[in-house]
């Protein structure tokens, strides 16, 4: 991010930014940048509090008024969390009522996003929208997509014009997504960590994601294991042991 | 909350890791301008956003490309190919302001907080190495500059 400030700037275009990792800002020196206290993902705070963001925007926009520079301020404000006693715990969010049968890991994913569709069929009527879109694959077709790769990495992508490792990429997003929309739309308050540890940890899809990690990184294609190293599961979810292959 | 004492200790050796990356911008550009409420401001996202039917983003040389994103762009239209698998997409999912402020930029324009938003807004991939980015972003001060942009909201994700 600092970079483009320095380029954009360099060609006479004033710029303001926001920064997430303020060690970085601190090296790159960029022009004007507010350091925020939010996790990343959320430059902005809050999903869905246009007041909160209002806020963290005008801060950032006013530093275009600062008379000298590099400025790097903070942005004290921390993002809402919702109170310990108010937040409810997964426990099974969904009912996962069929156990996997002889399909095994291929089955009880498929199962899951049945269970989970009228979820997401919420979810997507109360935004108005879905980021579920990148594959162009249904989520029944991306979860086989996953399945069959556990079995055989050097099968081919599902599209001509997607090299192996960029089907992989967004077949892996947009299943993610949807479990995520679709556990979002359910009653109760939630922080966002939880979804995480419930993703990871609770679902077939989790475990799926653990075995397409293992079998990228079996995979002749140097793009795939460098997915399977760094672009599956992300840096801070650990497998527990039972997940372990 | 992103302090490195909060974060694994992978997730921390990741972050400082990428510090080497990031040294050696020694100059110390400033461009002055009229007050904000005169200011035409376009984003220019590194968070891999971009209208549900162009190219995804891709590693490689692709990576340094940005997608243009129309200033009356829909929040329905946008997704996100961002390569990194580190950061909470929940927040994306539900609001795209809080990733990418365009709501809140208009009205701080019909509200004359700022001048006026851009007609083109851009976003880059932030997985990209920082140095890979500058040729499209010198690209990218012109076509700012024809829009009569005279201010860059640089938001990370």
């Known amino acids: 991010m600092g970079a483009l400030g320095h380029y954009l700037e360099e060609e006479g275009v004033a710029t303001t930014q926001i920064s997430l990792v303020r060690e970085h800002t601190e090296m790159m020196k960029p022009p004007r940048a507010l350091w925020v206290p939010f996790i990343l993902g959320r430059p902005f705070g809050v999903p869905n509090d246009a007041t909160f963001q209002r806020r963290v925007l005008l801060a950032a926009l006013r530093l275009l008024e600062a008379p000298s520079g590099p400025v790097l301020e ?11 006693d108010e937040v409810e715990w997964f426990v099974c969010p969904v009912s996962f009522s069929r156990p996997p049968g002889e399909d095994g890991l291929a089955g009880a994913l498929q199962n899951e996003i049945a269970e989970l569709a009228p979820w997401h069929d919420l979810a997507r009527i109360d935004r108005g929208r879905t980021t579920v879109a990148l594959s162009g694959l249904t989520p029944e077709a991306a979860a086989k997509f996953v399945t069959n790769f556990i079995a055989d990495p050097a099968m081919p992508s599902y599209r001509e014009d997607l090299t192996p490792v960029l089907a992989l990429r967004l ?21 966002a960590f939880e979804a995480q540890t419930w993703f990871w940890h609770d679902t077939a899809a989790g475990k799926a994601f653990f075995k397409l990690r293992e079998a990228c990184l079996r995979s002749d294609d140097e793009s795939v294991r460098r997915f399977g190293a760094k672009g599956v599961v992300p840096m801070a979810v650990t497998p527990r042991p039972a997940e372990q292959t | 909350m992103v302090r490195l004492a909060d974060l694994t ?7 400082l890791g990428k510090l080497k990356e990031l040294s050696g911008f020694d100059g110390r550009p400033w461009v002055t301008g009229p007050p904000i409420n005169k200011r035409r401001v376009a984003i220019v996202t590194t968070a891999g956003i971009h209208r549900v039917g162009d190219r995804p983003f891709a590693d490689g040389a692709a990576a340094a490309d940005y997608r243009v994103i129309p200033g009356g762009v829909s929040a329905g239209d946008l997704v996100m190919s961002h390569l990194s698998s580190n950061f909470d997409r929940t927040g994306f999912q539900q609001d795209v302001n809080v990733v990418f402020p365009i709501d809140r930029l208009k009205e701080f324009a019909a509200e004359g907080v700022i001048g006026t938003a851009a007609d083109f807004h851009y976003s880059f991939m932030g997985a990209a190495p920082p140095r890979s980015l500058e040729p499209k972003a010198r690209q990218l001060s012109a076509l700012l500059k024809k829009d009569r942009v005279d201010a860059a909201l640089l938001t990370p994700v």
Do not use: S
Request: aromatic letters at 12%.
């Open chain 1, 171 to 191: 077949v892996c997003q947009d299943l993610k997504a949807y479990y995520f929309e679709a556990v979002a739309a359910q009653p109760g308050v939630r922080a």
């Open chain 2, 9 to 15: 200790d992978g997730e921390r050796d990741f972050l």
């Open chain 1, 74 to 84: 903070d942005y004290l404000e921390e993002a809402p969390h919702p109170p310990d």
